[in-house]
């Protein structure tokens, strides 16, 4: 499962559809939208722009090397978009395999990939109206 | 030929739009930010730290341009912080 979608996510719906025979463990990652930036200033709002045609082939690709690198029976990658207010769900990343250490590596492999390589940007929005564009 | 450049992030707001058809003679990838350039000067300092990508590839910048090609300006991913 790959979407990329402004609407929140249900990360139990995630599992539900997941779920198959021969299946240990599932493993979730869930990205929330901090209340604070990294030097400590409060945050409004984060916005995230995509270019959404060229994200779901790098999730796709991102999905599959990891399935193969350890062995998984599935995984998914869900990405909103748009704005959030702290404490809203940002990004779900889910590994299912037979048991749960490549699961749980697979899920760090997939989010660093993510941040690495595909074509997402933050904007946090500042109490005191300040924007910026992280990792510019 | 027709180009189509897409602007995303900190160059979308540069650029004040999210995306420009530009008729320019041919070349490569350079060739077409040099037309581009001239179109929207508020790009040029951005253009050294971006990437490019051609109908979603990322790609250098002596790749020749074909009719109808999109190239997308990348900027910086957000990478690696939570």
Known sequence: ?136 | MNIRFLFFASIREAAKTRELELDIPGGNVNDALSHLETRIPELRRHLDRVQIAVNEEYSDRNRSLREGDTVALIPPVSGGKS
């Open chain 1, 1 to 136: 499962m790959i979407r990329i979608q402004r609407e929140d996510f249900s990360v139990d719906a995630v599992i539900q559809a997941l779920k198959q025979q021969g299946m240990g463990a599932i493993v979730t990652f869930t990205g929330i939208a901090r209340g604070e930036s990294r030097d400590g200033k409060p945050v409004r709002a984060v916005e995230w722009d995509v270019y959404e045609t060229m994200a779901l082939r790098a999730f796709a690709k991102i999905r599959e090397d990891s399935i193969h690198r350890f062995g998984l029976i599935d995984a998914a990658i869900v990405h909103r978009y748009g704005r959030q207010e702290p404490g809203e769900n940002l990004v779900l990343i889910a590994a299912a395999s037979s048991h749960r250490q490549e699961a749980f590596d697979a899920c760090q492999f997939m989010m660093n990939e993510i941040k690495r390589s595909a074509p997402l940007w933050k904007k946090e929005i500042l109490d005191d109206g300040e924007e910026r564009w992280i990792g510019e």
